[in-house]
């Protein structure tokens, strides 16, 4: 079997069919990799760039398909790092890598599908027989009684956790962040006081600063540290990006100072930029994601660099369906794998793209079982959701407004 064509898929489709998420996002694209041989099979991955920057896509992908054509899928670190070297200058870290993930995201696919495996089984073999996993939620909407019937939605959905942002998403009165360092505290807390008394003690609650992706103000070392300070009665699963990943020796002087769990990765690329995280002790759990890391043999490289430090992992998953399955693959091959990132109620460029390989029962995801990844994406589906230029997310500033 060998490659004879690799094709960029870019689309645009509702963001999520969940009511509260749908306040603040209502479109999402996303930039999907076909490999293509001279059998019937076919290789597909995504790249998480393709829901930010799709535009960007198929001029990386088609600089590295040369490299790939008239090639097997045996030996797929090879062809990686033949793709890396080519792009040395560009692409160790970033958006090149990234798009570099993807593709080979669908090599794996590929070699799944070919030898009738799921690709944990290629990974290092399957791990776990099932895993915990969480809502991801958005924004926090309010006022209170909206994030309270927000909670009960996801718990009636089968889980046993759920994960809020930092301050509050008003759909008339929009986003809003308290401005001093005690209000914000406070206001966290409360929030959090609110929480408990909805879900219960039983249930996991995580939360997500966004910090350095917020739309209002970001906060500084001594913010988090209040806020940490504040929080760290309600125990939280973990607490996610309180800070800018600019300033990695504010995240190590965070995370020492406080017991609740820091968390955060899911912007970094490449295993040598995880590696200077990993050595100064910023995060309690790593948060790789397989479409945006680099690839799946990053995130494993990734996995056992916080698992020689005897720290787990917690996947990031905000993609479309090959970003979710890359990363639940990755997850039931890593041991120290400590839950799961799930889109609840996901639209189109989910279910019509994983289809039934996903599956969730009493709060806890099963491996997927079909060849490969377990995605597809057909021609109905690609018709059903034509791309949009322009319909990335990104932070809107004068002159660029995000289109929701």
Known sequence: MLITDVRTILLTGPCTNDPFLSEARKLRSAAFIEIHTNTELIGLGETYIGYFFPESVQPIVDFFKPILIGQSVDDIP??????????????????????????????????????????YELLGGLQHKELPCYATGGPSNYPPDKLAAKLEHYLSLGFKGVKIGAGSFDSEKGWFMPETDLEIAEFEAAKMEHVRSVIGKDHQIMMDGHM??????????????????????YGLLFFEEPLHYTDVAAYAELRASTSVPIAGGECLTGSSEWQLYADLDCFDIGQPDASFVGGLSEFMAVAAMYARKGKGIATHA???????????????????????????????????????????????????????????LTEATKNKYPFIPGSGEFNSVPGKLLVT
């Open 318 to 376: 905000w993609g479309a369906g090959g970003s979710l399955m890359q990363n639940i693959h990755c997850g039931f091959a890593c041991p120290n794998t400590s839950i799961l990132e799930i889109p609840p109620n996901f639209a189109g460029l989910h279910s019509e793209i994983v289809t039934d390989s996903f599956a969730m029962v009493n709060g806890l995801v099963i491996p997927p079982e079909a060849p490969g990844l377990g995605i597809v």
């Open 78 to 119: 090879l062809l990686w790092k033949r793709m890396y070297h080519c792009g040395n200058f560009w692409c160790r870290t970033g958006l090149g890598l990234s798009v570099l993930g993807g593709i080979e995201a669908a090599l794996w696919d590929l070699r799944g599908k070919a030898l009738g495996l799921p690709v």
């Open 212 to 233: 350095g992706n917020s739309p209002t103000n970001t906060w500084t070392l001594q913010t988090a540290k209040t806020v940490m300070k504040a929080l760290e009665p």
